[in-house]
């Protein structure tokens, strides 16, 4: 039976860096092919259109049968996989790919216009096709042992996730304010704790408090309320702690250089030091000054040091302790949440997360925590900048993987983190991107192709652009639709 919905419909992409004399000349040969093939298929009707707007490109191939035609869907198949084969045979810088849109989508403006040939006239129909999105057509197997966290785009619904195995390789969720990306990471966390409760001991670095209320079941934790961190120092790592400490706190080269000295101090006699609050303090107070510019920089760090370790009199941040960090994620499969929006300086919250991300590290090196731990980072761009030179922090990123740490890292700029980051996570979950900065980061690290960049601006909050190992092809989501219990 006739439907007028059986029409197959490609989308032309071209080379952008190809030459523009180039670009034309292949879209010459297409068009000329697609008007033989129309000559030769009587039985078929070819429309082809463009459009462009605001500096973007897009041009649409249409085949479609003639009514009443009862074989359509074989003879459709056959004519596009001939299409198919000319482009990838004879192109080197068009190429198509098929495209869901329905007839209802193609607005026929019937007669508008009009040419003379041999003393004949004959009349031109032209095609509008409607302002919306038209998604790719997504070919997508089930993949078993998954981490839920939503469906494909189209009639299939196929249910999409993060493979088991791909949970140790990173996952990475980018998005605009607003896009869905702390909705998506919280459906993740849920759905692994409710399947596998004590495969991953979650940690939520919660930088605008906001997961309190994505939550079932929590643990969570004011890091003013009791210090959950002792920081050791070791000698090897005293240039990364000093490193982390000067850029988060804004110090002075003078006052890098004091606070080295105090530590390696400190130091001296042992191969590590568990940092004491009030001992740090009275070292740096301590510390022998010999001319004014070494007082004035000593006085400049105990005011900048405090608030790491205080903020006025809601308590310390830092204590002499890891016991209280074990002791939580031993007992409990719940997520750990670590409020850390209750930090009002934004610099002391930064330094405060590298510290906890270290302290993290180092329990697991020497295995006072045996579980596997999934640490998710918000607003990542602020603890993982993108320029930063720290070894901390590259290092930290190459190396928990095989520490048992999984690295969970949401963020609104993908421009703004370091680049590490990007290419090190194994899983992203890209939702709607607006800036044409970020747009150009994420489509040259992911080597994203233009199908799939066009949709960055324009994905509706909770739909997202879901690229795995696991699966040929990048899949385009819904977040949490209809994922079963």
């Known amino acids: 039976m006739y439907n007028k919905d059986n029409l197959i419909v490609f989308e032309i992409y071209k080379n952008r860096e190809a030459e523009e004399q180039t670009i034309i000349t292949e879209l010459s040969n297409l068009l000329k092919f697609i008007h033989t093939r129309s000559k030769m298929n009587r039985k078929l009707k070819f429309i082809s259109l463009s459009y462009s707007y605001g500096g973007k490109y897009a041009g649409y191939i249409i085949i479609k049968p003639v009514k009443n035609l009862d074989n359509s869907l074989s003879l459709l198949e056959r004519e596009a996989e001939v299409i198919e084969s000319y482009v990838s045979t004879h192109l080197d810088n068009i190429w198509i790919t098929r495209v869901k849109i329905k007839w209802d989508d193609i607005i026929p403006l019937p007669n508008i216009g009009f040419f003379r040939r041999k003393n004949k006239i004959y009349y031109s129909n032209q095609y509008f096709i409607k302002a919306k999105i038209f998604y790719p057509v997504q070919t997508v197997s ?9 469906r494909t785009i189209d009639d299939n619904r196929v249910l999409i996730g993060i493979p088991l195995a791909n949970i140790p390789h990173h996952i990475l969720v980018l998005g605009a304010t607003g896009s869905g990306k702390t909705t998506t990471t919280s ?18 670095i919660d930088w605008h408090g906001e997961y309190k209320n994505l939550l079932d ?28 400490i000067e850029e988060s706190l804004d110090l002075t080269s003078a006052q890098s250089y004091i606070l080295y000295e105090v530590l390696k101090n400190v130091l001296k006699n042992s191969n590590e030091y568990l940092l004491d609050p009030s001992d740090l303090i009275n070292s740096v107070k301590n510390y022998y000054e010999e001319s004014n510019w070494q007082r004035e920089s000593k006085y400049a760090l105990l005011r900048k040091i405090e608030v790491i370790l205080r903020t006025s009199n809601k308590g310390w941040l830092i204590g002499n302790s890891n016991d209280e960090l074990i002791k939580i994620i031993h007992t409990y499969t719940k997520p750990l949440i670590i409020d850390v929006s209750r930090i009002r300086n934004v610099n002391t919250r930064k330094v405060y997360t590298l510290l906890l991300l270290k302290t993290l590290l180092h329990l697991k090196q020497i295995n006072a925590i045996k579980s596997n731990i999934l640490i998710t980072i ?12 720290h070894s901390l922090i590259k290092k930290f990123i190459a190396e928990v993987r095989k520490f048992g740490i999984a690295l969970f890292v949401v963020t609104q700029s993908p421009s703004s983190i370091l680049e590490d980051v990007m290419k090190n996570t194994g899983t992203k979950i890209i939702h709607s991107i607006r800036s044409s900065i970020d747009i150009d980061v994420i489509s040259k690290i992911m080597k994203l192709s233009y199908e799939y960049e066009k949709l960055l601006p324009v994905l509706d909050p909770g739909e997202a652009i879901f690229y795995s190992p696991s699966y040929k092809y990048p899949v385009i989501i819904k977040v949490g639709e209809n994922i079963p219990s």
């Open 378 to 389: 918000e607003e990542a761009h602020n603890i993982f900048p993108r320029g930063s030179k």
């Open 142 to 150: 089930p993949i078993d042992n998954i981490i839920p966290v939503g």
């Open 187 to 204: 459906i993740f966390i849920k759905n692994l704790l409710r399947a596998y409760p004590k495969l991953y001991k979650v940690v939520v």
């Open 217 to 244: 079941d929590y643990i969570y934790y004011n890091p003013y309320s009791k210090p959950l961190i002792g920081l050791t120092i070791e000698k090897e790592s005293l240039d990364e702690v000093i490193d982390i």
